[in-house]
């Protein structure tokens, strides 16, 4: 069964950073992607995905620039380093798995995926 644990969300004032990180159990599949979602107040928004193939990646143009999301393969593991926060991106981030390699399906659509607990980000003027 697949499990999935967050950690390292926090409160920051704004400017600052953060880095998030996501840990997977249970895989059993070596093609996959991994990704994280900011829970908005009526969906999930993908923020950033990264595929276990060839480590290609996907960010929403919020996260652009400011976003880095890397893997640890070995691990199963991903890390989301988030700077120059703003209040806007607050919220409980969520890592997500699907079991397929495509970044752009995981981020755009999220459907498919498994979920972990969520982690709180909060970022204050």
């Known amino acids: 069964q697949l499990q999935i644990v967050e950690s390292g969300g926090g409160l920051v004032q704004a400017g600052g950073s953060l880095v998030l990180s996501c840990t997977a159990s249970?895989?059993?599949?070596?093609?996959?992607?991994m990704g994280w979602f900011r829970q908005a107040p009526n969906d999930r928004q993908g923020v950033a995905c990264i595929?276990?193939?060839?480590?290609?990646?996907f960010y929403s143009d919020s996260a652009k620039g400011r976003f880095t999301i890397s893997r640890d393969s070995a691990k199963n593991s991903m890390s989301l380093r988030m700077e120059s926060l703003n209040p806007s991106d607050s919220g409980i981030y969520y890592c997500?798995?699907?079991?397929?390699?495509?970044?752009?399906?995981?981020?755009?659509?999220?459907?498919?995926?498994?979920w972990g607990q969520g982690t709180q980000v909060t970022v204050s003027s």
């Open positions: 997500a798995v699907r079991l397929s390699p495509s970044t752009r399906t995981l981020c755009v659509r999220g459907s498919g995926a498994s």
């Open positions: 249970g895989i059993t599949s070596e093609n996959y992607a």
């Open positions: 595929s276990s193939v060839d480590d290609s990646t």
